[in-house]
Nanobody
Protein backbone atom coordinates (compact mmCIF):
# COMPACT_ATOMS: atom_id res chain seq x y z
CA UNK A 1 0.00 0.00 0.00
CA UNK A 2 1.32 3.45 -0.93
CA UNK A 3 0.03 6.90 -0.03
CA UNK A 4 0.40 9.91 -2.31
CA UNK A 5 -0.22 13.35 -0.81
CA UNK A 6 -0.81 16.53 -2.77
CA UNK A 7 -2.31 20.00 -2.49
CA UNK A 8 0.31 21.87 -0.52
CA UNK A 9 1.53 25.28 -1.58
CA UNK A 10 2.38 28.86 -0.67
CA UNK A 11 -0.47 31.01 0.62
CA UNK A 12 -0.92 34.24 2.51
CA UNK A 13 -2.20 34.28 6.08
CA UNK A 14 -5.94 33.81 6.07
CA UNK A 15 -5.84 31.73 2.92
CA UNK A 16 -6.90 28.14 2.41
CA UNK A 17 -5.79 24.92 0.78
CA UNK A 18 -7.21 21.46 0.27
CA UNK A 19 -4.79 18.62 0.86
CA UNK A 20 -5.49 15.20 -0.62
CA UNK A 21 -3.96 11.82 0.02
CA UNK A 22 -4.80 8.75 -2.02
CA UNK A 23 -3.94 5.16 -1.25
CA UNK A 24 -2.96 2.75 -4.00
CA UNK A 25 -1.65 -0.75 -4.37
CA UNK A 26 -3.04 -4.01 -3.08
CA UNK A 27 -5.63 -2.77 -0.58
CA UNK A 28 -8.13 -4.95 1.20
CA UNK A 29 -9.25 -2.46 3.83
CA UNK A 30 -8.33 0.90 5.34
CA UNK A 31 -9.21 1.74 8.92
CA UNK A 32 -8.19 5.05 10.45
CA UNK A 33 -6.64 7.76 8.32
CA UNK A 34 -4.91 10.83 9.65
CA UNK A 35 -2.93 13.93 8.86
CA UNK A 36 0.22 14.88 10.73
CA UNK A 37 2.48 17.86 10.28
CA UNK A 38 6.09 18.65 11.06
CA UNK A 39 6.93 22.35 11.44
CA UNK A 40 10.53 23.41 10.79
CA UNK A 41 12.79 22.29 13.63
CA UNK A 42 9.98 20.55 15.50
CA UNK A 43 8.67 17.02 15.90
CA UNK A 44 5.85 15.57 13.88
CA UNK A 45 2.43 16.12 15.46
CA UNK A 46 -1.07 14.81 14.89
CA UNK A 47 -3.40 17.25 13.16
CA UNK A 48 -6.59 15.27 12.58
CA UNK A 49 -7.87 11.71 12.27
CA UNK A 50 -10.95 10.03 10.88
CA UNK A 51 -12.43 6.53 10.98
CA UNK A 52 -14.49 4.88 8.25
CA UNK A 53 -18.21 5.19 8.61
CA UNK A 54 -19.43 2.42 6.33
CA UNK A 55 -22.94 3.05 5.10
CA UNK A 56 -23.16 6.13 7.31
CA UNK A 57 -20.42 7.86 5.39
CA UNK A 58 -17.45 9.13 7.37
CA UNK A 59 -17.02 7.87 10.92
CA UNK A 60 -15.82 9.58 14.04
CA UNK A 61 -13.15 12.20 13.67
CA UNK A 62 -11.07 14.56 15.73
CA UNK A 63 -8.50 17.30 15.43
CA UNK A 64 -5.84 18.91 17.57
CA UNK A 65 -6.58 22.07 19.52
CA UNK A 66 -4.44 24.43 17.37
CA UNK A 67 -6.50 23.64 14.27
CA UNK A 68 -9.99 23.15 15.68
CA UNK A 69 -12.53 25.21 13.81
CA UNK A 70 -10.10 25.88 10.95
CA UNK A 71 -9.14 22.46 9.56
CA UNK A 72 -11.61 19.77 8.49
CA UNK A 73 -10.74 16.16 7.72
CA UNK A 74 -12.91 14.02 5.47
CA UNK A 75 -12.58 10.83 3.45
CA UNK A 76 -13.96 9.13 0.38
CA UNK A 77 -13.68 5.41 0.92
CA UNK A 78 -14.70 4.64 -2.65
CA UNK A 79 -11.55 6.47 -3.75
CA UNK A 80 -9.35 5.42 -0.79
CA UNK A 81 -8.67 9.10 -0.28
CA UNK A 82 -8.48 11.37 2.75
CA UNK A 83 -8.73 15.14 2.56
CA UNK A 84 -7.75 18.01 4.80
CA UNK A 85 -9.43 21.34 4.19
CA UNK A 86 -7.25 23.97 5.80
CA UNK A 87 -8.80 27.40 6.25
CA UNK A 88 -7.77 30.63 7.95
CA UNK A 89 -4.12 29.65 7.67
CA UNK A 90 -1.64 31.18 10.07
CA UNK A 91 2.15 31.48 9.74
CA UNK A 92 2.50 28.87 12.49
CA UNK A 93 0.70 26.36 10.26
CA UNK A 94 3.77 26.24 8.06
CA UNK A 95 4.91 22.64 7.98
CA UNK A 96 5.29 19.52 5.92
CA UNK A 97 1.95 17.73 6.09
CA UNK A 98 1.96 13.93 6.05
CA UNK A 99 -0.92 11.54 5.65
CA UNK A 100 -1.06 8.25 7.47
CA UNK A 101 -3.35 5.26 7.16
CA UNK A 102 -3.83 1.93 8.86
CA UNK A 103 -4.27 -0.45 5.96
CA UNK A 104 -4.65 -4.16 5.27
CA UNK A 105 -2.98 -4.99 2.02
CA UNK A 106 -0.87 -7.51 0.18
CA UNK A 107 1.25 -8.29 3.23
CA UNK A 108 -1.87 -9.78 4.93
CA UNK A 109 -1.33 -7.76 8.08
CA UNK A 110 -2.56 -4.41 9.32
CA UNK A 111 0.15 -1.81 9.00
CA UNK A 112 0.54 1.93 9.30
CA UNK A 113 1.62 3.57 6.05
CA UNK A 114 2.99 7.09 5.57
CA UNK A 115 2.72 9.36 2.56
CA UNK A 116 5.67 11.39 1.30
CA UNK A 117 4.54 14.76 2.69
CA UNK A 118 3.38 17.97 1.10
CA UNK A 119 4.75 21.40 2.03
CA UNK A 120 2.47 24.16 3.28
CA UNK A 121 4.01 27.62 3.58
CA UNK A 122 2.08 30.60 4.97
CA UNK A 123 3.30 34.16 4.66
CA UNK A 124 2.35 36.80 7.20
Amino acid sequence: VQLQASGGGFVQAGGCLRLSCSASGSISDINEMAWYRQPPGKERELVAFIYPGGSRGSGSRGSSDPVKGRFTISRDDAKNTVYLQVNSLKPEDKAVYYCNARAFGGSDVWEYVWGQGTQVTVSS
